[in-house]
């Protein structure tokens, strides 16, 4: 599973850093604070169990050594409206391990789209990953990294700009994707 998770520190590098969609990437990515956890179930429940570990991991583990965790699974969510609804299910399952307001979940996917969007519209390649990832974030990182940031509510729409920008020859030209 080291092609996952290398095609995926590709994609961080390359789009989420490089093209500065997230100017909190960085640091947490500089210092190795990073968690990477391929996930190998072989259905939705034995994905979210590992879910519930990785929550409970996270909120546990200092933040000097682990920041963040990137959860992925190659194989099990093809279909991004099936991931879709795996998202809002995660995100309950904050609530269930009483981390609201600690950790916070962002997603990614290969054919992630934005409502009222087309598939191939180039705003959506803000959360296009190599494979499907559910991002568990701290919340206080958050604020920490929103707060040294002059405007953080413009992120997006400065991500927009940069996207269509760029275009999907430009994004084409990054050679991110699945390697295997």
């Given amino acids: 599973m080291q092609h996952v998770i290398d095609a995926t520190r590709d994609w961080l590098e390359k789009a989420v850093i490089g093209l500065n969609l997230c100017p909190f990437a960085k640091a947490v990515y500089v210092k190795e604070q990073v968690r990477y956890v391929v996930s190998e179930a072989r259905h939705l429940d034995g ?15 200092d933040p000097t050594e682990i920041d963040t965790t990137l959860l992925i699974h190659p194989t099990l969510f093809d279909d991004f409206l099936v991931f879709n609804d795996v998202i809002g299910v995660a995100e309950e399952a904050v609530g269930e391990h009483d981390l609201e307001g600690i950790l916070q979940i962002a997603s990614f996917h290969p054919r992630f789209k934005f409502a009222g969007t087309g598939p191939d519209d180039i705003g959506n390649y803000t959360n296009r990953s190599p494979y499907p990832t559910l991002h568990l974030l701290r919340e206080d990182s958050i604020a920490r990294a929103a707060a040294a940031f002059p405007d953080a509510s413009a992120i997006f729409e400065r ?12 994004w084409d030209a990054l050679n991110i994707g699945r390697k295997d």
């Fill in 47 to 61: 994905f979210l169990e590992e879910l519930d570990r990785e929550l409970d991991l996270l909120a546990a583990a």
């Fill in 159 to 170: 991500n927009i700009a940069t996207l269509e920008q760029l275009g999907h020859a430009g």
